[in-house]
Protein backbone atom coordinates (compact mmCIF):
# COMPACT_ATOMS: atom_id res chain seq x y z
CA UNK A 1 0.00 0.00 0.00
CA UNK A 2 2.59 2.41 0.43
CA UNK A 3 4.40 2.01 -2.57
CA UNK A 4 1.54 2.52 -4.21
CA UNK A 5 0.74 5.57 -2.38
CA UNK A 6 4.68 6.94 -3.43
CA UNK A 7 4.08 5.51 -7.15
CA UNK A 8 0.89 7.76 -7.17
CA UNK A 9 2.53 10.76 -5.71
CA UNK A 10 5.99 10.26 -8.00
CA UNK A 11 3.11 10.40 -11.24
CA UNK A 12 1.83 13.51 -9.73
CA UNK A 13 5.34 15.32 -9.29
CA UNK A 14 6.48 13.91 -12.64
CA UNK A 15 2.81 15.23 -14.30
CA UNK A 16 3.21 18.25 -12.52
CA UNK A 17 7.03 18.70 -13.63
CA UNK A 18 6.02 17.86 -17.51
CA UNK A 19 3.31 20.47 -17.50
CA UNK A 20 5.54 23.37 -15.88
CA UNK A 21 8.28 22.78 -19.08
CA UNK A 22 5.46 22.19 -21.42
CA UNK A 23 4.10 25.43 -21.05
CA UNK A 24 7.25 27.17 -20.40
CA UNK A 25 8.63 25.79 -23.73
CA UNK A 26 5.70 27.03 -25.74
CA UNK A 27 6.20 30.29 -24.61
CA UNK A 28 9.75 29.47 -26.31
CA UNK A 29 8.27 28.34 -29.74
CA UNK A 30 5.56 31.18 -29.92
CA UNK A 31 8.59 33.30 -30.43
CA UNK A 32 9.99 31.24 -32.91
CA UNK A 33 6.95 30.58 -34.58
CA UNK A 34 6.57 34.64 -34.57
CA UNK A 35 9.88 34.24 -36.26
CA UNK A 36 9.25 32.39 -39.32
CA UNK A 37 5.19 33.22 -39.73
CA UNK A 38 5.96 37.02 -39.17
CA UNK A 39 3.76 39.07 -36.79
CA UNK A 40 0.59 40.74 -37.43
CA UNK A 41 0.22 39.32 -40.83
CA UNK A 42 -3.04 38.74 -42.64
CA UNK A 43 -4.51 35.30 -42.26
CA UNK A 44 -7.16 33.57 -44.31
CA UNK A 45 -8.66 30.41 -41.99
CA UNK A 46 -10.39 28.17 -44.61
CA UNK A 47 -12.47 25.63 -43.12
CA UNK A 48 -15.87 23.60 -44.18
CA UNK A 49 -18.35 23.52 -41.65
CA UNK A 50 -18.93 25.89 -38.76
CA UNK A 51 -17.18 24.17 -36.16
CA UNK A 52 -14.24 23.13 -37.89
CA UNK A 53 -11.89 26.05 -36.71
CA UNK A 54 -12.40 24.90 -32.48
CA UNK A 55 -12.15 20.74 -33.47
CA UNK A 56 -9.24 21.17 -35.41
CA UNK A 57 -7.65 24.32 -35.87
CA UNK A 58 -7.80 25.99 -31.95
CA UNK A 59 -4.12 25.87 -31.51
CA UNK A 60 -3.52 27.63 -34.50
CA UNK A 61 -5.92 30.35 -33.97
CA UNK A 62 -5.11 30.86 -30.35
CA UNK A 63 -1.38 30.29 -31.87
CA UNK A 64 -1.88 33.24 -34.57
CA UNK A 65 -3.60 35.12 -31.76
CA UNK A 66 -0.42 35.23 -29.71
CA UNK A 67 1.60 36.47 -33.12
CA UNK A 68 -1.05 39.67 -33.28
CA UNK A 69 -1.96 37.89 -36.77
CA UNK A 70 -5.88 39.36 -37.94
CA UNK A 71 -7.48 36.27 -38.55
CA UNK A 72 -10.24 36.39 -41.24
CA UNK A 73 -12.79 32.80 -40.26
CA UNK A 74 -14.05 31.89 -44.28
CA UNK A 75 -16.69 29.10 -43.40
CA UNK A 76 -17.70 27.34 -46.97
CA UNK A 77 -21.08 25.17 -45.50
CA UNK A 78 -23.58 27.38 -43.14
CA UNK A 79 -25.65 23.53 -42.69
CA UNK A 80 -24.49 21.24 -39.54
CA UNK A 81 -24.59 17.94 -41.01
CA UNK A 82 -25.70 16.23 -38.24
CA UNK A 83 -28.59 19.03 -36.55
CA UNK A 84 -28.96 20.73 -40.03
CA UNK A 85 -29.74 24.24 -38.27
CA UNK A 86 -29.25 26.53 -40.34
CA UNK A 87 -27.08 29.71 -40.68
CA UNK A 88 -28.11 32.38 -38.29
CA UNK A 89 -27.73 30.00 -35.24
CA UNK A 90 -24.41 28.41 -36.84
CA UNK A 91 -23.14 32.44 -36.79
CA UNK A 92 -24.20 32.98 -33.78
CA UNK A 93 -22.04 30.23 -32.26
CA UNK A 94 -19.19 31.33 -34.25
CA UNK A 95 -19.77 34.73 -32.81
CA UNK A 96 -20.08 33.78 -29.27
CA UNK A 97 -16.71 32.11 -29.67
CA UNK A 98 -14.93 35.11 -30.66
CA UNK A 99 -15.96 36.18 -27.34
CA UNK A 100 -14.43 32.88 -25.93
CA UNK A 101 -11.33 32.85 -27.53
CA UNK A 102 -10.43 36.19 -25.87
CA UNK A 103 -8.93 37.34 -29.14
CA UNK A 104 -10.53 41.04 -30.84
CA UNK A 105 -8.43 39.58 -34.51
CA UNK A 106 -11.29 37.40 -36.02
CA UNK A 107 -13.40 38.56 -39.28
CA UNK A 108 -16.04 35.39 -39.62
CA UNK A 109 -17.18 35.11 -43.16
CA UNK A 110 -20.51 32.31 -43.35
CA UNK A 111 -21.08 31.30 -47.11
CA UNK A 112 -24.79 31.34 -47.42
CA UNK A 113 -24.54 29.42 -50.59
CA UNK A 114 -26.40 25.72 -51.32
CA UNK A 115 -23.31 24.73 -53.20
CA UNK A 116 -21.93 23.68 -50.31
CA UNK A 117 -23.75 21.96 -47.79
CA UNK A 118 -21.99 19.65 -44.77
CA UNK A 119 -22.43 16.26 -46.47
CA UNK A 120 -19.70 13.96 -47.46
CA UNK A 121 -21.72 12.30 -49.96
CA UNK A 122 -21.31 15.82 -51.84
CA UNK A 123 -18.14 16.16 -54.08
CA UNK A 124 -17.92 20.57 -53.98
CA UNK A 125 -16.98 21.94 -57.31
CA UNK A 126 -12.67 22.69 -57.11
CA UNK A 127 -13.22 25.64 -59.25
CA UNK A 128 -16.01 27.42 -57.59
CA UNK A 129 -14.02 26.93 -54.23
CA UNK A 130 -11.11 28.15 -55.64
CA UNK A 131 -12.66 31.31 -57.16
CA UNK A 132 -14.48 32.35 -53.84
CA UNK A 133 -10.95 31.67 -52.13
CA UNK A 134 -9.49 33.52 -54.63
CA UNK A 135 -12.14 36.62 -53.94
CA UNK A 136 -11.72 36.27 -50.07
CA UNK A 137 -7.92 36.74 -50.68
CA UNK A 138 -7.68 39.22 -52.91
CA UNK A 139 -10.48 41.60 -51.33
CA UNK A 140 -9.00 41.36 -47.70
CA UNK A 141 -5.13 41.60 -48.94
CA UNK A 142 -4.35 37.93 -47.18
CA UNK A 143 -0.61 37.01 -47.06
CA UNK A 144 -1.43 33.69 -45.58
CA UNK A 145 -3.98 30.94 -46.12
CA UNK A 146 -4.48 27.97 -43.58
CA UNK A 147 -6.63 25.34 -44.42
CA UNK A 148 -6.85 20.95 -44.23
CA UNK A 149 -4.49 19.24 -46.25
CA UNK A 150 -5.37 16.31 -48.80
CA UNK A 151 -6.40 14.09 -45.69
CA UNK A 152 -8.60 16.73 -44.36
CA UNK A 153 -7.74 15.65 -40.96
CA UNK A 154 -10.85 12.92 -41.09
CA UNK A 155 -10.92 12.31 -44.64
CA UNK A 156 -14.25 14.18 -44.66
CA UNK A 157 -14.73 15.11 -48.56
CA UNK A 158 -15.89 18.83 -47.62
CA UNK A 159 -12.03 18.95 -46.20
CA UNK A 160 -10.47 17.65 -48.70
CA UNK A 161 -12.25 20.20 -51.22
CA UNK A 162 -10.60 22.99 -49.75
CA UNK A 163 -7.05 21.63 -49.99
CA UNK A 164 -7.89 20.69 -53.51
CA UNK A 165 -9.25 24.26 -54.21
CA UNK A 166 -5.66 26.07 -52.42
CA UNK A 167 -3.36 23.52 -53.86
CA UNK A 168 -4.73 24.44 -57.71
CA UNK A 169 -4.13 28.39 -56.91
CA UNK A 170 -0.97 27.57 -55.36
CA UNK A 171 0.46 25.11 -58.43
CA UNK A 172 -1.18 27.67 -61.26
CA UNK A 173 -0.09 30.55 -59.41
CA UNK A 174 -2.90 31.94 -59.03
CA UNK A 175 -2.26 33.47 -55.22
CA UNK A 176 -0.89 36.96 -54.76
CA UNK A 177 2.38 37.98 -54.90
CA UNK A 178 3.74 37.32 -51.16
CA UNK A 179 0.74 34.64 -50.02
CA UNK A 180 1.94 31.56 -48.40
CA UNK A 181 -0.36 28.36 -47.70
CA UNK A 182 -0.26 26.01 -44.83
CA UNK A 183 -2.26 23.10 -44.41
CA UNK A 184 -2.72 21.62 -41.06
CA UNK A 185 -1.25 17.65 -41.20
CA UNK A 186 -3.33 14.57 -41.11
CA UNK A 187 -2.10 11.81 -38.51
CA UNK A 188 -2.84 8.33 -38.12
CA UNK A 189 -5.91 7.43 -35.56
CA UNK A 190 -3.38 6.48 -32.82
CA UNK A 191 -1.89 9.57 -32.79
CA UNK A 192 -4.99 11.62 -33.21
CA UNK A 193 -6.69 10.34 -30.18
CA UNK A 194 -3.38 10.35 -27.70
CA UNK A 195 -3.94 14.14 -26.84
CA UNK A 196 -0.47 15.61 -25.36
CA UNK A 197 1.36 12.04 -25.54
CA UNK A 198 1.52 13.01 -29.20
CA UNK A 199 3.36 15.82 -28.32
CA UNK A 200 7.02 14.12 -28.72
CA UNK A 201 6.07 12.53 -32.16
CA UNK A 202 4.50 16.16 -33.21
CA UNK A 203 7.98 17.53 -32.38
CA UNK A 204 10.01 15.10 -34.36
CA UNK A 205 7.90 14.93 -37.40
CA UNK A 206 6.50 18.87 -38.25
CA UNK A 207 8.99 20.45 -40.65
CA UNK A 208 7.18 23.56 -40.44
CA UNK A 209 4.42 25.16 -37.92
CA UNK A 210 4.24 23.70 -34.85
CA UNK A 211 1.37 25.33 -32.23
CA UNK A 212 1.08 23.92 -29.23
CA UNK A 213 -2.03 24.85 -26.56
CA UNK A 214 -0.47 25.68 -23.13
CA UNK A 215 -2.88 24.50 -20.25
CA UNK A 216 -4.78 27.79 -19.82
CA UNK A 217 -5.68 27.61 -23.77
CA UNK A 218 -7.00 24.02 -24.23
CA UNK A 219 -9.83 25.25 -21.73
CA UNK A 220 -10.41 28.49 -24.25
CA UNK A 221 -10.25 25.71 -26.95
CA UNK A 222 -12.40 23.67 -25.10
CA UNK A 223 -15.19 26.24 -24.15
CA UNK A 224 -15.52 27.39 -27.67
CA UNK A 225 -16.18 23.64 -29.12
CA UNK A 226 -18.88 23.56 -26.33
CA UNK A 227 -20.40 26.95 -27.70
CA UNK A 228 -21.85 24.16 -30.81
CA UNK A 229 -24.03 22.97 -28.64
CA UNK A 230 -26.22 21.90 -31.29
CA UNK A 231 -23.04 19.81 -31.93
CA UNK A 232 -22.12 17.91 -29.00
CA UNK A 233 -23.05 14.39 -29.50
CA UNK A 234 -21.81 11.94 -27.23
CA UNK A 235 -18.78 11.21 -29.34
CA UNK A 236 -17.91 14.60 -29.59
CA UNK A 237 -17.96 15.07 -26.28
CA UNK A 238 -15.00 12.07 -26.59
CA UNK A 239 -13.30 13.51 -29.13
CA UNK A 240 -12.85 17.26 -27.09
CA UNK A 241 -10.82 14.89 -24.24
CA UNK A 242 -9.11 12.46 -26.27
CA UNK A 243 -8.25 14.32 -29.43
CA UNK A 244 -4.75 16.09 -29.95
CA UNK A 245 -6.21 18.33 -32.36
CA UNK A 246 -7.78 20.23 -29.58
CA UNK A 247 -4.27 20.73 -28.06
CA UNK A 248 -1.63 20.16 -30.81
CA UNK A 249 -1.14 21.70 -34.54
CA UNK A 250 1.55 20.76 -37.11
CA UNK A 251 1.27 22.17 -40.19
CA UNK A 252 2.97 22.50 -43.44
CA UNK A 253 3.47 25.13 -46.33
CA UNK A 254 3.12 24.12 -49.91
Not at 67 to 92: D, I, N, P, T
Request: charge should be positive; hydrophobic fraction near 50%; proline fraction near 3%.
Amino acid sequence: MEAMWLLCVAAAVVAWGFLWVWDSSERVKSREQGERLGAESRTLLAIAHPDDEAMFFAPTVLGLARLRHWVYLLCFSAVAFFSKSWGQERLAYLLQKCVVWNCTLISIVLLPCRDFPDDPGVQWDTEHVASVLLQHIEVNGINLVVTFDAGGVSGHSNHIALYAAVRALHSEGKLPKGCSVLTLQSVNVLRKYISLLDLPLSRLHTQDVLFVLNSKEVAQAKRAMSCHRSQLLWFRRLYILFSRYMRINSLSFL
